[in-house]
């Protein structure tokens, strides 16, 4: 029988954003209805989609290069599953793209979770990554993250510290930043932020 907890890239992004809500999601999911940013981000990933089958790659500071969109990616070694927006295969290197419904800067979150792609990636195709990028919908821009070793080996030791914590239902300290509760839906299992 299976011991290890199998986790995925979300997982990742959300630990670094509240490793709450991954005990949430894990110990005691709850239906969660779609918020409206997931909803309208949803229509504004499909029409990038659309607009980017189209699109050369010199935002991306490319010359050439081949798309693959909404790839589905595990690993049996790692205990890690995710689908990608987009990946970028090119002769410079494989690069994978996530699209992000946001008006803000992309956070750390969002850098660990193009980490966790990128040892997808390298162990689904045999290349090393060593850099991605966030595709701001609203801004129609594009940040660029550089995706190290030590970026990735951290990343290894967080999917530790989350089984963990799921293993020994030991819920974690609520962020400090109570904005971030704001529109959180586990805002009302979180009796100590409110
Ligand atoms: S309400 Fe705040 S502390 Fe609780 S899970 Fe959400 S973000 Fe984390």
Redo the contacts with the bound molecule.
């Keep these: 029988m299976k011991n290890r907890v199998d986790l995925t890239v979300n997982d990742i992004k959300q630990y670094y954003?509240?490793p709450?809500?991954v005990y949430?999601n894990h110990i005691m999911p709850v239906d969660k209805k779609p918020t409206y940013k997931m909803e309208h981000g949803q229509v504004m990933e499909d029409e990038i989609i659309r607009l980017e089958t189209r699109r050369k790659f010199k935002k991306y500071n490319l010359d050439e290069g081949e798309r693959l969109f909404c790839l589905w990616m595990a690993s049996e070694k790692i205990g890690l599953s995710g689908k990608l927006d987009m990946l970028i295969m090119s002769s410079h290197g494989y690069f994978p793209v996530d699209f992000k419904y946001s008006t803000g800067p992309p956070q750390k979150n969002h850098h660990y979770q193009l980490g966790g792609y990128a040892l997808l990636v390298e162990e689904k195709f045999g290349v090393e990554v060593n850099q991605g990028f966030v595709y701001l919908i609203p801004q129609k821009d594009i940040a660029v993250f550089s995706l190290t070793e030590t970026l990735k080996s951290d990343i290894l030791s967080t999917l530790d510290e989350i089984r963990t914590m799921i293993k020994k239902e030991q819920m974690p300290q609520?962020?400090r930043l109570?904005n971030?509760?704001r529109d959180?839906?586990?805002?009302n299992?979180?009796g100590d932020?409110l």
Aim: aromatic share 24%.
């Design positions: 954003y509240c709450r809500i949430f609520a962020v109570k971030k509760c959180c839906e586990f805002r299992y979180c932020v």
